[in-house]
């Protein structure tokens, strides 16, 4: 057989969603991974640690067999079983947890290590039809989004395609350079062709905040500040359209009035920018009708990550800058797509009575919080797919205290022996995405692209999409869903859905979903009923099916003074970013990842580091009332004196005492509907003696 480039898609979860071209060598065999030149979002670029894919899916230590637990829980040992007796062991475990505790006890425990919507989502399906406890998906994205239908009522966005036509990019709270590279060819696009400004909020100086030309390195947690005293030069010096906000906004006096007293001063002394930075980035964001402002997930990482990302989306409404080809703001261009997941998710089969546990909140459920357990039983099964929480879950010494309670039986579906799967009780081999079939929504761009599977699974891998079926058999569950193949459920989703069948879809190779640029910029309308755009958000709206929370939401955009403030006893705050060449906790186990990344570090401001005698690749301490770790110390100019930022997410055992950094991370609940607060964290810092030879 000669070697063939084969169409696919990147099924990370990834804003970039990335149109891949996928070398076959044999059937069993990849070689070159390269993003589709021809897609206009992809352009040819994807990242260094997918174009190193083969890396990971030909690597030795794959899972490839199913695996029973032979020692004491947590001790690494296991011995290999057939398919058939783990599936047995799995179903029996659920059945037994059922008939004692009732369906609720048993909780699939999921989320997006896989984009695709069939092998995402089916584990839907298979708790709706057995009546298990449901999943609260806060870990990543409630925050950003709330904050963002808070004013705007839809999610999408101008058209990150249309960035080559804008004369001023405001990256804010979001790392592309490491997180979704394509924004960066578009933004290159803008600058070589129109001389583009770029502009990146962040608190440290990552590779975005290099190549941009003015960087705002503000203290975590107070954009909403910033965005006040921007708003507030806008209105004094004239730059907002005062027409266009009496067409298209709520309540644009009230708002005007309500800024008087959010000056640059106020702002700067939150933010801890210089009044003039402020002032300037107004002017310059004010005088260019062709702004572009793409709103990352950073800033929503906070207890007032909603209020922060409603007050940035408040900017373009201000000055009308969505009026503008290149101009406007982007989040996410989700409710782009309207696919009916009916039968994927089994949502004729819900059950409103069951209760549905908060995954961020992990492991307060694990250790019986009563208010985490909604009054139900305890959680005495789990099946986790496509998830990490013993890495990646806030508050890691409760998760792990919980994943490690020995009445408390764990199947984990993964493709690694992660620092989850040790704490199992059965680990199935799954399958990777060039082993299945799927479909993936953009993110960042409008295709919907639909892949076939190029080469066949290792040894004994299954697809969730398989093992549900096989769990569902032998639990009784009953849905048409479990018949299906993972290629049926995608043709008859997307015929339902009105766009082409699973075949057309292949070879079309991407459908793009956008619409109209007057719809995509909101020039009928914004997505509320009364097609405005909302200055004081209907919290109550978006927030009440999760209880009082909502009422700490301001009336109008503000700074929400509700973070894990420094105080004298933690004087400094974290921030978690993530990592370039991980994800998340993939990549964790490929070596030239590891390798670049080094080992965990604490970026610390150059003051800080000479106040506490901390010098290059000593080691720190660093902690709160939650627990503290040890890392290596990195000075690092270009954030603020009291902010650390270590980037994530490194396996607990890469830490020097075997504890990881959400150890320290809180599983509080933010406002207005639940979201986790990854880089809200107040910490102490000490210098820590160097082990021996070190
Ligand atoms: N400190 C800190 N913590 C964070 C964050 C942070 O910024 N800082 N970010 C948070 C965010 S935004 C997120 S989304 C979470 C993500 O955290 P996770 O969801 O845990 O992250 P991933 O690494 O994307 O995927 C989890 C696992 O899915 C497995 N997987 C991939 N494909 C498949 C498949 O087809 N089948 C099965 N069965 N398994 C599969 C992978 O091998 C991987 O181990 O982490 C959160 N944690
Ligand atoms: N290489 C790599 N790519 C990834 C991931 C990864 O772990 N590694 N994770 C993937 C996932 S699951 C997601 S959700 C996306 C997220 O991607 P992004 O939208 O980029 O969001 P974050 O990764 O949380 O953080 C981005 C930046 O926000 C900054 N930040 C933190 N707090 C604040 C704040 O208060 N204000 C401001 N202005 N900025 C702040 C951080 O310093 C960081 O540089 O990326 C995806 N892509
Ligand atoms: S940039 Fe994101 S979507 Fe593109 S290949 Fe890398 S991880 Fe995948
Ligand atoms: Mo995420």
């Known amino acids: 057989m000669t070697s063939e480039f084969v169409s696919s898609a990147c099924p990370h979860d990834c804003p970039s969603t990335c149109a891949l ?196 390195a503000v203290r975590p947690g107070t954009d909403g500040a910033l965005a006040c005293g921007v708003m507030h030069v806008l209105f004094r010096e004239g730059f907002a359209d005062r027409d266009y906000m009496a067409r298209f906004t709520d309540d644009p006096e009230r708002l005007e009035k309500h800024l008087e007293t959010r000056t640059p001063a106020w702002a700067a002394d939150i933010t801890g920018l210089a009044e003039e930075d402020i002032v300037a980035f107004a002017r310059l964001y004010g005088q260019t009708e062709r702004s572009y402002i793409r709103v990352g997930y950073g800033f929503s990482r906070s207890r007032n990550g909603a209020a922060n990302v409603h007050a940035v989306t408040c900017l373009p409404a ?71 929480p013993a890495m990646v879950a806030p508050d890691s010494v409760k998760v792990l205290q919980g994943l490690k309670r020995e009445d408390l039986f764990i199947c984990v579906h993964e493709q690694f022996m992660t620092e989850t799967a040790e704490l199992a009780d059965i680990v199935l081999p799954a399958t990777m995405f060039l082993e299945h079939d799927d479909m993936y929504k953009g993110s960042g761009h409008p295709y919907l692209q639909v892949t076939k599977k190029v080469i066949e699974a290792p040894a004994e891998c299954r697809s969730n999409h398989e093992v549900h079926c096989a769990l569902a058999e032998r639990l009784g569950a009953e849905h048409p869903g479990f018949a299906m193949s993972a290629w049926e459920l995608m043709d008859q989703s997307l015929k339902a859905s009105g766009l082409p069948g699973a075949d057309d879809a292949l070879k079309a190779r991407w459908i793009d979903c956008s619409k109209s640029s007057d719809e995509m910029n909101f020039l ?138 959400n150890a320290l991370t809180s599983a509080d609940s933010a406002p207005p509907a639940g979201g986790a607060v990854f880089h809200d964290t107040a910490v102490w810092l000490r210098a820590e003696p160097s082990g021996e030879g070190m």
């Open 21 to 216: 071209e996928v070398e076959r060598l044999d059937d069993y065999t990849i070689g070159k991974v390269r993003g589709a030149a021809d897609n206009d979002y992809t352009l040819g670029v994807i990242c260094d640690k997918v174009a190193r894919y083969r890396e990971r899916i030909h690597h030795p230590e794959r899972l490839s067999h199913p695996l029973k637990r032979s020692g004491p829980k947590g001790s690494g040992r296991f011995e290999p079983i057939s398919w058939d007796e783990a599936l047995d062991e799995v179903a029996a475990a659920f059945k037994a947890a059922a008939d004692e505790f009732g369906a609720e006890a048993v909780w699939p425990f999921h989320y997006a290590g896989t984009m695709g919507l069939v092998q995402r989502d089916g584990i839907h399906r298979f708790r709706h039809a057995l009546g298990y406890s449901g999943l609260d998906e806060t870990i990543c994205v409630t925050l950003a989004r709330m904050g963002w239908y808070a004013g705007v009522g839809k999610l999408w966005g101008t058209d990150a395609r249309d960035m080559a036509q804008s004369d001023l990019i405001v990256i804010w709270g979001t790392n592309p350079v490491s997180t979704q590279v394509n924004v960066m060819t578009h933004v290159t696009k803008a600058r070589k062709e129109r001389g583009a400004k770029v502009v990146c909020v962040d608190p440290y100086r990552t590779g975005t905040a290099k190549a941009a030309d003015i960087h705002l």
């Open 318 to 388: 201000v000055t009308g800058t969505w009026q503008h080809p290149g101009g406007g703001a982007l989040y996410v261009q989700a409710d782009l797509y309207n696919i009916d997941q009916t039968v994927i998710k089994g949502l004729d089969v819900v059950d409103p009575e069951v209760r549905i546990l908060d995954m961020s909140r992990i492991g307060a459920v694990l250790t019986g919080d009563k208010g985490a357990l909604k009054g139900g039983p305890p959680v005495k099964a789990m099946l986790i797919q496509n998830q990490n």
């Open 524 to 661: 009928n309308g914004f997505g509320h009923a009364d097609g405005r755009f909302r200055f004081a958000p209907d919290w109550r709206a978006l927030g009440q099916a999760h209880g009082t929370a909502w009422q700490a939401m301001p009336a109008l955009p503000d700074h929400l003074d509700n973070i894990d403030a420094a105080d004298k006893d933690h004087p400094f705050r974290l921030v978690t970013a993530p990592a370039r060449r991980f994800l998340n906790s993939t990549f964790t186990e490929t070596e030239t990842s590891r390798t670049k990344e080094g080992r965990p570090t604490a970026f610390i401001n150059p003051a800080d580091c000479e106040a506490l005698g901390l010098s290059d690749g000593e080691r720190v301490r660093i902690g709160n009332r939650q627990g503290d770790v040890v890392v290596h110390v990195k000075p690092y100019e270009g954030q603020q004196p009291g902010v650390v930022v270590i980037e994530s997410i490194w396996p607990n055992k890469a830490f020097v005492e075997g504890l990881g950094i």
